[in-house]
């Protein structure tokens, strides 16, 4: 199985702050990585999907980079909406796993 | 619009079965992938497994093989995941979700099914 790992847990930002959240394979897998953002109570949501595209509907203050095995999440200027956990998932071979998630909390 | 609704929340003894629905409605239910996600309280995400309806293909994840069955009912636009011999470690809210076939990511959720397991 593809190990995702996404280091820090937990991350610290302000209202207007740039902020990446990184994201890594344990083997290569091409484009195959989507982003989604989990408010509490509330199912995730698919932000970017083939590393880079933005899913319909959402923000451009959003971003998403990376080949291969190592991956990066940007939001431009974060606003309090964006406070919520991120997760990475490969979907190159089943199963289609998640990293552990990163948690956005305010400053 | 695309909504997957799910059933409702769920109480079970150690050692039993439970069984999640989801049913879809707008779109094709034909044209895409159903997959099964959990979130166990405070815990990050799990893929568990998928259909593919239309070509009867599932695949799970390696720790749930032997215990889980998802399943779909064409007619009904609705699929199902079962889960065996539960343990009070598969305390968790269950997640259907569709899976395109433009490139597999899942793009609608379910609200969302709590299954508790409890003596």
């Known amino acids: 199985d593809i190990q995702m790992t996404q280091s820090p847990s937990s991350l610290s930002a302000s209202v207007g702050d740039r902020v990446t959240i990184p994201c890594r394979a344990s083997q290569n897998m091409s484009n195959y990585l989507n982003w989604y953002q989990q408010k509490v109570g509330k199912a995730p949501k698919l932000l970017i999907y083939?590393?880079?595209t933005l899913q319909s509907g959402v923000p451009s203050r959003f971003s998403g980079s990376g080949s291969g095995t190592d991956f990066t999440l940007t939001i431009s200027s974060l606003q309090p909406e964006d406070f919520a956990a991120y997760y990475c998932?490969?979907?190159?071979?089943?199963?289609?796993?998640f990293g552990q998630g990163t948690k956005l909390e305010i400053k | 619009q695309v909504q997957l609704v799910q059933s409702g929340a769920e109480v079970k003894k150690p050692g039993s079965s439970v069984k999640v629905s989801c049913k879809a409605s707008?779109?094709?239910?034909?044209?895409?992938?159903i997959t099964w996600v959990r979130q166990a309280p405070g815990q990050g995400l799990e893929w568990m497994g998928r259909?593919?309806?239309?070509?009867?293909?599932?695949n799970y994840a390696q720790r749930f093989q032997g215990r889980i069955t998802i399943t779909a009912d064409k007619s009904t636009s609705t699929a199902y995941m079962e889960l065996n011999s539960l343990r009070s470690e598969d305390t968790a809210l269950y997640y259907c979700a569709r899976e395109t076939l433009r490139f597999p990511s899942n793009d609608y959720w379910g609200q969302g099914t709590l299954v508790t397991v409890s003596s």
């Open positions: 259909i593919i309806p239309v070509l009867d293909i599932t």
């Open positions: 998932q490969q979907t190159y071979s089943p199963p289609f796993t």
């Open positions: 083939a590393a880079s």
């Open positions: 707008g779109g094709t239910f034909s044209s895409y992938s």
